[in-house]
């Protein structure tokens, strides 16, 4: 982690807990089995980058740049992605867990959550045109003033959205999905 720039670099097994990094730049890294829960990578850029089997539990982020990153089966436990620098921002998550995480006002559009955890997450003011939350367990989500239109909701559990506060334009549900819309009015959908 000492050099400033990494390219197609893979990290396995690193654990680097509690430290700070400051200015680094990696792109085309593969970071495997890694432990970087409490970390900051401040002001650091990740460009077309894999995390697969990580703990980056309370990592921060404050004005890094996340550009093209996937995690897969990773624990991204309170992260707030909201302070990450809003310039070509592209995440994708696949079985991970992102209880507590912070999203708002974040804009990306097309966004996949695959088969994920989003228990007490933030998306207030978020732009999520086009995304897709894909057996997801949305527990205790926020979600006002976000944008939704064209999203799937099809196949998620747990949600509770307002459509007066949200914009649902063209947004896909499954019937299960219909008491997450209607919570607010205290109805008994049989």
Known sequence: MKDLIHLHKT???VIYTGQKVASREFE???????DFSNTAFVSST??????V????SMLELSGSS??????????LLGIAFHVCDDFL??????????DFASFANKKMPKTK????????VSFVGAKLKQSDFEKCDLSGTIFNDTDLSECNFT????????PQFNLLKKARFSLNGIPGLLEKYDIKII
């Open 66 to 75: 996340l550009k093209n990153v996937t995690f897969t089966n990773c624990k």
């Open 46 to 51: 990740f460009m077309d980058c894999e995390f």
């Open 155 to 162: 196949t998620a559990t747990n949600f509770q959205i307002d």
């Open 113 to 120: 959550f695959v088969a994920s955890s989003l228990k007490e």
């Open 28 to 34: 085309n890294c593969v970071f495997q089995n890694c």
């Open 11 to 13: 990290f396995e097994k």
């Open 53 to 56: 089997d990580c703990n980056l």
């Open 89 to 98: 921002f592209q995440v994708r998550f696949e079985n991970c867990v992102l």
